[in-house]
């Protein structure tokens, strides 16, 4: 008998709570008003459906104080978001996905720090030598 237990899993649609998977993905189907959540410990699988049998995905994967949240490239039909999400309740190792999705990079990084002080010494510069 194992120590740990599995995550449980929450099915959310457009914010309400489902009672079952098959609640929440009909409630996505073609809906482009609609999105889903399935929530598992502190990970997520999320999607939008952007139109009839067409659906945006993201993943989140949580590495300590940090979460990572991966996008699909491409939109996915209904057949396989159904899939996707069949196999993330059932607790199925969806890490491979951080090789194959694009992590979101909507963080400030090293560059834009960069490009903002780069910037600000221009700016000072250009004070300094005007006088």
């Known amino acids: 008998m194992s120590l740990h237990s599995a995550p449980s899993i929450v099915w959310e649609l457009s914010g309400e709570p489902c009672e079952t998977r098959d609640q929440a993905l009909s409630g996505i189907k073609n809906n482009t008003e609609a999105f889903i959540i399935c929530s598992r410990g502190d990970e997520f699988l999320q999607a939008?459906?952007?139109s009839p049998e067409n659906y945006h995905c993201e993943i989140s994967f949580a590495g300590g104080k940090d979460r990572e949240l991966y996008m699909t490239p491409k939109?996915?039909?209904y057949s396989r978001l159904n899939d996707l999400f069949s196999r993330y309740a059932a607790g199925e190792d969806l890490s491979h996905l951080k090789k194959e999705w694009?992590?979101?990079?909507h963080k400030p990084g090293y560059i834009t720090a960069i490009v903002v002080v780069l910037a600000i010494i221009a700016v000072l510069a250009v004070i300094i030598f005007s006088s």
Not at 102 to 105: K, Q, S, Y
């Open 75 to 77: 939109d996915l039909d």
């Open 48 to 50: 939008i459906c952007n």
């Open 102 to 105: 694009t992590l979101d990079a």
